[in-house]
C-alpha cells in the first residue's frame, strides 16, 4: 500500500476541514502497523481511503498494484471483499440480525462461496473470540466488547490479506483486550496478515512493528529516533 501526496477535505460547510494533508507512507506486505494520534488527526479517514470505503481524496493511493482512484466502483468493491477486512470504530453491526448471521454477511457477496465451510470458519471464529455461546443473539443482547469482537469475526471470515482496525480493543476489558492483541500478533506471525491498527492503547501499540502518528492530518515524524 502506498500513498502519494494523499488529501481529504471534510466539507464541513463554511468551514471545510482538512482531514487529511499530503500523507505519503508505504505499508508492505506482513506489516503490523499501529496508527496513533489524537482525536481528531484524521486517522478513521486515513483507514477509510486505504481501505477504499472513501473515495473523496485527493491525490493517489496504491493498494496490492492497484491505483483506487482508476478503479470502477465494482472493482474496487471486489478487491476490498477479496483482500481487506475492515473493523469500524463504531462496528456497524447489523441490528436485526444474529451473531452467526452478522459474521457471515461478507459471504453473500462471495459467488464462489461453499456455504458449509464458511459457516465453520463463522463458529471458529466466534470460539476462538470467545463468542461460542453468543452466536444466536442479536447485537441489542451484547455488550459493547462483544459487538466488538463480533466485528473482528466478521472481518476475518473471508481470511483478508489485510485487515484494516479502528481502535479494536477500545471497548474491551484487560482480559478481552489482549485476547485480541494475541490473535493479532498470531494471524500476523503465521498467516502473513498485513494489518493497520487504530488505537490509543499502548498494549496494542507496543505488539506493532511500526507506529504511524497522525498530527492534524499529516503524518508527524517529530517524535521518531533519528537514524
Ligand atoms: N464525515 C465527515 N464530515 C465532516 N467532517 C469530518 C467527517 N469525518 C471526519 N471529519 C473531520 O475530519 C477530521 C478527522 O476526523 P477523523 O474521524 O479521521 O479523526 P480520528 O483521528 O479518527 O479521531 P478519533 O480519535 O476521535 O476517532 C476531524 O476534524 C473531523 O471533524
Ligand atoms: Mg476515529
Request: aromatic share 4%.
Amino acid at each position: 500500500m502506498r500513498t502519494r501526496g494523499l488529501g481529504r477535505v471534510h466539507d464541513g460547510g463554511r468551514d471545510a476541514r482538512r482531514a487529511l494533508v499530503d500523507v505519503e507512507i508505504v505499508i508492505e506486505e506482513g506489516e503490523f502497523v499501529c496508527v496513533l494520534g489524537p482525536s481528531g488527526s484524521g486517522k478513521s479517514t486515513l483507514l477509510a481511503v486505504i481501505g477504499g470505503l472513501d473515495r473523496g481524496y485527493e491525490g493517489q493511493v496504491e493498494l496490492y498494484g492497484q491505483d483506487l482512484g482508476r478503479m470502477s466502483d465494482a472493482a474496487l468493491a471486489r478487491l476490498r471483499g477479496e483482500r481487506i477486512g475492515f473493523v469500524f470504530q463504531h462496528f456497524h453491526l447489523l441490528h436485526h440480525l444474529t451473531v452467526i448471521e452478522n459474521v457471515t454477511t461478507p459471504a453473500l457477496f462471495d459467488p464462489r462461496g461453499d456455504e458449509h465451510a464458511c459457516l465453520a470458519r463463522a463458529k471458529q471464529l466466534l470460539e476462538r473470540l470467545g463468542l461460542a455461546d453468543r452466536a444466536g443473539d442479536t447485537p441489542a443482547e451484547l455488550s459493547g466488547g462483544q459487538r466488538q469482537r463480533v466485528a473482528i469475526a466478521r472481518a476475518l471470515l473471508r481470511k483478508p490479506k489485510l485487515l484494516l482496525c479502528d481502535e479494536p480493543t477500545g471497548n474491551l476489558d484487560a482480559d478481552t483486550g489482549a485476547r485480541i492483541i494475541e490473535l493479532f500478533e498470531e494471524l500476523h506471525r503465521e498467516e502473513g496478515l498485513t494489518i493497520v491498527a487504530v488505537t490509543h492503547e499502548e498494549r496494542l501499540a507496543r505488539a506493532a512493528t511500526r507506529i504511524l502518528r497522525l498530527k492534524e492530518g499529516r503524518v508527524d515524524t517529530s517524535n521518531e529516533e533519528p537514524a
